[in-house]
Every structure is written in C-alpha cells, then in structure tokens.
C-alpha cells in the first residue's frame, strides 16, 4: 500500500457537465499521475505532475485538465463530460523508479 | 514510438501447470520493465522491476525474466489465487518516468 486514495470511487454522471476526481498521497511524493483504462487498451497517461504546480500532458490528454496546490493531492478534471471518458481512472505515484497505483475512480458518463 | 505487446491474451491453466507469459517491447532507450498483477476492481499491484537485460527476478511461484525485446513471466505449480490480469510496462529513460502499457494476459487457474 503506497498510501494513495481515490476519491470518488464511483460516479455516474451526464453529458456535459464537469467532473474532478482527486488523489491523494500520505508519502510525499513529487511525481503523480494520472491514467485511464478501457478495454483493449493499456492503461494511458492523460497527465503527470513534478511537483506543485508543474503538471504536463501525457497521450490522452485532450478534455482533461489537472491541477496540484499541494505535494499530497492532485485533481483531475474534466471540463465537459462525454461518454467517450467512461472509463476507469487511476492515480500513481513515483518512489524511486517504480510505480504505485491507487484503487481507481470508475466514471460512467451518460 | 513506445509499443508493448502481450501474449497470449488470455491463458487458462489447471492447477500446478506451470506456463510463461510473454511481453514484447520496443522502446527508446529502456529504463526499466515492470510487471503488476490486476485484480478485478482494484488498481494493480506492483510484481517487479527488471533493469537490464539477462536480470532475472522472483517472488513466490512467479520468476520474471528480461531480454533486449522481450520479457518473460513465468508461473510455476500456479494455484487459482494466482488468477489475475497480468501487465507488462516499460518506462523510457527520458521523460517523466511514467509508463507504457501493454494490454495484459488473464489469466485463470483451475482448481
């Protein structure tokens, strides 16, 4: 357990409207990031962060946007929900080189 | 481009039949590989971190295995807790120390 939390766990929500999942670590990590996973793809970067208030774009990033005001929580949001984001989102962390991951957000976008 | 290929996509195996699973990688300038197991539901689970080619790692009945383009996990005597999707990543030694995916191998143990 790399002491990363998910929050929501769970969502539903419409077309449309904006959504935030947070993530937050208890180890004072300075790389976070976040990933989506769908089927028949592996899991794929939207953005990272190297610190509060350095955040970058990963593969996926377009209709998301990400912020970090403090080394413990990272915030992704999506701006206007589609149902082409359903999908299950994950936090990770960097210690080291290895990689940790939370237990995920599943959105559902109707 | 980063590509990382698994096989077989699926592999179901009975109890104590031991099989490896395969993931092949091209990347531009190899850090590290790493393999997770992922549980249904849950985030996944750090296995290990293989640095260079010929380095070899263990942990229970999984042995992971590393060459220049390809990657190795084997399943010895597997039980059905050892049932799971299983992920191969590789992480390039530029950029931001995230992760290339592959799409993994379920795998499934038959009592």
């Known amino acids: 357990d790399a002491g990363i939390t998910q929050s929501p766990r769970h969502k539903v929500t419409e077309t449309g409207t904006p959504v935030t999942l947070r993530c937050h670590q208890t180890?004072?990590?300075?790389?976070m990031y976040w990933y989506r996973q769908d089927p028949g793809h592996g899991l794929r970067l939207i953005h990272y962060s190297y610190g509060v208030k350095d955040t970058d774009k990963g593969e996926v990033s377009d209709g998301y946007s990400v912020s970090r005001s403090k080394t413990e929580d990272f915030l992704l949001t999506l701006e206007s929900a589609t149902s082409s984001q359903t999908s299950v989102y994950f936090c990770a962390i960097t210690d080291y080189y290895e990689q940790f991951f939370g237990p995920g957000t599943r959105l559902t976008v109707l | 481009e980063d590509q990382v290929t698994q096989s077989p996509e699926a592999l179901r195996l009975q109890e104590g039949e031991s099989s490896s699973l395969n993931c092949s990688y091209t990347v531009s300038g190899l850090r590290g590989l790493f393999w997770y197991r992922q549980d249904p539901g849950k985030g996944p689970e750090f296995l290990f971190t293989l640095y260079s080619a010929g380095e070899e790692k263990e942990k229970e009945r999984l042995k992971a295995t590393l060459t220049k383009k390809e990657s190795f996990l084997h399943i010895t005597a597997p039980k059905p807790e050892d049932s799971a999707t299983y992920l191969c990543a590789v992480q390039a030694r530029t950029g931001a120390n995230n992760l290339f995916f592959g799409t993994g191998t379920r795998l499934t143990v038959i009592p």
């Open positions: 180890e004072n990590h300075r790389y």
